[in-house]
């Protein structure tokens, strides 16, 4: 009973259009950033590593590496902060989850792309 009437408050939370991308994509993320009375719009570009969750509370992870140094955020999907995530590349992988990708840095860090071969 509690289940549907969950169901129906996530139903308006979503995005018309929710954006289309696979776990090992490379993406570019819009995301607003908030500062003082300003807003302003800040890309975060790297590969999507996971995708969890389901309905209004799907989030996605995306790494990439920074004067050598790995960073990963996660976003929800459906999120008012996010206006747009733009796939710039999309991998070939056989992984739900990259998580060994952070033991990896530089060229070994790479996904193959789709349509290489």
């Known amino acids: 009973m509690n289940y549907e009437i969950i169901k129906e408050l996530e139903k308006e939370q979503l995005k ?3 954006p289309k991308f696979n776990v090992g994509d ?3 993320v819009a995301n607003r950033i908030k500062e003082g009375n300003r807003e302003r719009i800040q890309i975060f570009e790297g590969t ?3 995708i969890q969750g389901g309905g209004a509370r799907t989030t996605f992870t995306v790494r990439k590496e920074s004067s050598g140094i790995g960073v990963e955020k996660t976003w929800p999907l459906h ?3 996010v206006e747009g995530v733009t796939v710039v590349r999309e991998g070939k992988v056989r992984r739900a989850k990259l998580n060994y990708l952070r033991g990896l840095s ?3 860090a790479r996904v193959k792309a ?3 071969r």
């Open 16 to 18: 018309a259009e929710a």
């Open 26 to 28: 490379t993406v570019r």
């Open 48 to 50: 999507v590593m996971k």
């Open 79 to 81: 999120s008012p902060n």
């Open 106 to 108: 530089g060229k070994k």
């Open 114 to 116: 789709k349509n290489a």
